[in-house]
């Protein structure tokens, strides 16, 4: 899959499902009850213990899998060779730009101020990640769009299905949604993975009619 045909898959399906797993079985089994409940992008994070091991597992799933909490360009290289189609981390690196370029795989960092989104987009990075999130309000974007309107943001961090839409509303181009995929997990295990999932791409369906 070409880089723009991930950057398009995102911004059309809007929601990426951070997974930090705390084992295998735990990380593949919350991936797959979100790919189940209608979820199509999952950034499953370096935090997981035996990461290969999970990437070989959802290998088949209907779903673009993409890697998270990915600190420098060794850790990057090792998920593009595990078949992770972007890239995504907490904060903006230069040799992880740089790696993702050369690849031709989307680079997704975390930023918090202009300088930081000016100095990510300079690096050829399409999308910056508005990381932690939930130190912000949607109103945000809006100034951030003002001086450069060009920029795409994807929210992640405290992202829920009660203020999804307030961030997509205010030009947000994707959400990044977490800490209730992994919660209904540990009350319900998979079946309730896939009803809270079903319930943000119900959410989200509705919201676009």
């Known amino acids: 899959m070409k880089k723009y045909e991930v950057i398009h898959q995102l911004k059309e399906h809007k929601i990426v499902a951070v997974i930090r797993g705390s084992s295998v079985q735990e990380a593949t089994e919350i991936i797959q009850g979100a790919v189940q409940?209608?979820?199509r992008l999952i950034e499953l994070t370096y935090t997981t213990p035996f990461i290969q091991e999970v990437f070989e597992e959802i290998r088949s799933l209907n779903a673009i899998i993409g890697a998270g909490t990915v600190l420098d360009s060794e850790t990057a290289r090792h998920a593009i060779l595990c078949g992770a189609k972007f890239i995504v981390s907490p904060g903006f690196n230069e040799d992880i730009a740089r790696l993702c370029n050369r690849y031709g795989v989307p680079y997704l960092p975390g930023c918090m101020t202009l300088n930081e989104i000016v100095t990510a987009l300079e690096a050829g990075c399409d999308i910056v990640k508005l990381f932690p999130a939930n130190h912000f309000t949607p109103g945000f974007i809006r100034s951030v769009n003002g001086p450069l309107p060009h920029v795409e943001i994807m929210p992640t961090g405290g992202i829920d299905a009660?203020?999804?839409?307030?961030?997509?509303?205010?030009?947000a181009v994707a959400v990044g949604i977490s800490s209730d995929l992994t919660k209904a997990y540990e009350t319900g295990g998979v079946d309730a993975v896939v009803a809270a999932?079903?319930?943000?791409?119900?959410?989200?369906?509705?919201?676009?009619?």
Do not use: F, H, P, T
């Open 37 to 39: 409940g209608g979820i």
């Open 197 to 209: 999932s079903q319930q943000y791409c119900k959410k989200l369906l509705v919201e676009v009619r």
């Open 162 to 171: 009660d203020n999804m839409q307030g961030w997509l509303d205010a030009g």
